[in-house]
């Protein structure tokens, strides 16, 4: 499982570089892997073969939180620029990957999973 910037070839991306290589951190994956397909590929050629996914946070935070849960975590912190969260959420990602073996756990896990986000 990864967690990674993705994206930096628009404005927020090209700032985010900036602010980054101000401080002198160099993310040499963001460049290598910019888009959810170029993450998903990574993982693919590290032998993952059967199955590697990706998608941003922004997805993520859209398809499979809950409802009570934004709830929950909006009564923590105000968000006044929901724009800008989302904004913020489409530049990262979580890529993961696995190996099946004989049952297929992880196969089956994930179809569930992703039945979350079609609701």
């Known amino acids: ?17 900036s602010n980054l290589r101000s401080r002198n951190i160099h993310l040499h994956t963001l460049t290598a892997y910019p888009e ?11 032998g993952f073969v059967e199955a590697a996914e990706a998608e941003d946070t922004s997805y993520i935070w859209r ?5 009570e849960e934004k709830e929950r975590v909006a009564g923590l912190e105000f ?6 969260l ?11 990957a696995w ?10 896990a994930f179809a569930d999973v ?5 609701g």
């Not at 968000?79 to 800008?84: A, F």
């Not at 989302?86 to 979580?94: G, S, T, V």
Request: with cysteine.
């Open 36 to 46: 959810l397909s170029d993450q998903r590929a990574r993982l693919r050629g590290y």
């Open 63 to 67: 398809k499979w939180i809950s409802d």
């Open 1 to 17: 499982m990864l967690y990674e910037p993705i994206l930096p070839q628009d404005a927020f991306g090209r700032t985010m570089i």
């Open 86 to 96: 989302e904004l913020l959420l489409r530049h990262y990602c979580i890529a993961w």
């Open 114 to 118: 992703a039945s979350l986000g079609e």
């Open 99 to 108: 190996r099946n073996g004989e049952s297929d756990v992880f196969s089956k």
């Open 79 to 84: 968000l006044d620029e929901l724009e800008e």
